[in-house]
Nanobody
């Protein structure tokens, strides 16, 4: 059974860093594009970043560009989101999602993804 599990969230001070992990079980990530999304209380879910199945294409929301880095380690069946220079407005539940595709470019649109993790809370506060 296809399953995604996020981890690495927590409470961090502004300016701090966290690394989120998205581990897959029941399938291999080799042919899946992965997206990271977040949802803050009272707000719609928004795309944060995505990475193509090959890892050759990545995209970032303007709000995180230059601060977040997405990467994948297919040998470990895991995708990471390194988050630096965190701001209070980054506070949200972060979700990873997967879609099987061989497209060269990744897509950062929630309906495009068919499988979702349960989310991990990230809180940025002093």
């Amino acid at each position: 059974q296809l399953q995604l599990v996020e981890s690495g969230g927590g409470l961090v001070q502004p300016g701090g860093s966290l690394r989120l992990s998205c581990a897959a079980s029941g399938f291999t990530l080799d042919y899946y594009a992965i997206g990271w999304f977040r949802q803050a209380p009272g707000k719609v879910r928004e795309g944060v970043s995505c990475i193509s199945s090959s890892g050759g294409s990545t995209k970032y929301a303007d709000s995180v560009k230059g601060r977040f880095t997405i990467s994948r380690d297919n040998a470990k069946n895991t995708v990471y989101l390194q988050m630096n220079s965190l701001k209070p407005e980054d506070t949200a539940i972060y979700y990873c999602a997967a879609v099987t595709t061989v497209q060269a470019m990744c897509v950062m649109t929630a309906p495009y993804f068919g499988s979702w993790g349960q989310g991990t809370q990230v809180t940025v506060s002093s």
